[in-house]
């Protein structure tokens, strides 16, 4: 479904990516993990087609109208309400608009579905981009750190729409670094240090692999026997 094959990618002297490949395959959460500055974006733009890579070969087997995508700068109009900007593209993917006080309603949204977005915290804004992402199931997803600055409640609910979309068959594919997080969402991960997977695969079995189990199974610690990172963040 998602396919990239020794992909690199230099911003001007600085090596972002190097000959990286990786696979997600139809209807799994595939997790891309790794700290900031891994190079997690980077990856997402370029398999989105909004940045080019400089060597190596990409694509998604999915139209461009199939495709959903949240990304880190949300692009809301902060002078409309929740469902005036979902409305927006409620109309150009051809949706009936009570779409979107559904979708609202399943991110928890639905109680301040007309304040403005510049009336709302930054994790509303978090639900609202997921929302606007969504609401035209898309049989691709994209989600870079859907949950971050969500409290655990929220984040749990995320968690549990985000299952429900790869249930009905959407592959999901989404950046964090909350391994904990991955280690409970996600069929399988990709470990990215400075722009180089170290490991892929499902996340229990990396754990058992490198013998990371402790009272749960421990990513992190893979990661930093991997990397040598001494304190990930």
Known sequence: MIYLKHVSKSFGEQ???TDLSLEASSGEIFGLLGPSGAGKTTIINILTEQLDADTGTHSIDAKTNEIGLMLEEDGLYPQLSCLENL???ADIYRLPRTRSAEVLKSVGLGEVLK???SELSKGMKQRLALARA???RPKVLFLDEPTSNLDPNTARGIHRLIEDLRDSGSTVFLTTHNMEEAVKLCDRVALLHKGVIVEKGAPKEIC???NAIKTSYDLES???KLTGVQDYE
Do not use: S, T
């Open 15 to 17: 090596k972002v990516l």
């Open 87 to 89: 409305n927006i593209f």
């Open 115 to 117: 304040r403005p977005v």
């Open 134 to 136: 969504i609401m035209h």
């Open 208 to 210: 058992e692999r490198h």
């Open 222 to 224: 893979v990661f930093i």
